[in-house]
């Protein structure tokens, strides 16, 4: 998958331009930071998004879902202008101005990505704990003279 390659290795020169900052090789301005910090945030808004509709118990075909698409849709459509059209529009920010929207966008960065993690562990801790009851179930319900071939077979395939 192509796109998944390419937001990979996004990612990955990302870091190496974080890395390469402490060096002379890298001079980033202010503003450029500040559109970096606010596509981290509309990123972070498309993760929100996915997390939330993209669920195996929600029905794709509702005008919710719809929009909800649309909206992530847009939110990616402004992280990609954020860091390639934005940082060349002429627009007069002050230098103060410009660190308070950067250290922002920033900080609500966090703070989303954060709930995101505490979210998506949460989840992935229920998905666990029902796996396991199932597991259970199923090992209970086994009789006979194969309960351990069967069991092993189905704990491999766990």
Do not use: C
């Given at each position: 998958?192509l796109?998944g390659?390419?937001t990979k ?14 060096t002379?090789f890298?001079n ?10 606010l596509?981290a945030?509309?990123l972070?808004?498309?993760?929100f998004?996915?997390f ?14 719809k929009?909800a ?15 390639i ?5 002429k627009?007069?920010?002050q ?10 966008f ?30 259970r179930?199923?090992?209970?319900s ?12 189905y704990i491999?395939?766990?």
């Amino acid at each position: 998958m192509l796109s998944g390659s390419f937001t990979k290795f996004v990612g990955i020169g990302f870091i190496i331009l974080g890395i390469l900052r402490f060096t002379p090789f890298v001079n980033a301005t202010g503003k450029w930071l500040l559109y970096v910090s606010l596509a981290a945030l509309f990123l972070i808004l498309y993760d929100f998004l996915e997390f939330f509709f993209n669920r195996e118990d929600s029905r794709k075909d509702t005008l919710k879902h719809k929009s909800a698409r649309i909206a992530a849709n847009l939110f990616v459509l402004l992280a990609a202008m954020s860091i390639i059209v934005f940082p060349y529009l002429k627009v007069d920010i002050q230098v103060k101005m410009v660190n308070q929207l950067s250290d922002a966008f920033t900080l609500a960065s966090l703070g989303l990505a954060v709930v995101m993690i505490g979210l998506k562990s949460k989840k992935s801790f229920r998905r666990f704990r029902k796996k396991r009851a199932d597991a259970r179930a199923k090992f209970l319900s086994f009789q006979g003279a194969n309960e351990q071939r069967m069991l092993s077979n189905y704990i491999q395939n766990f």
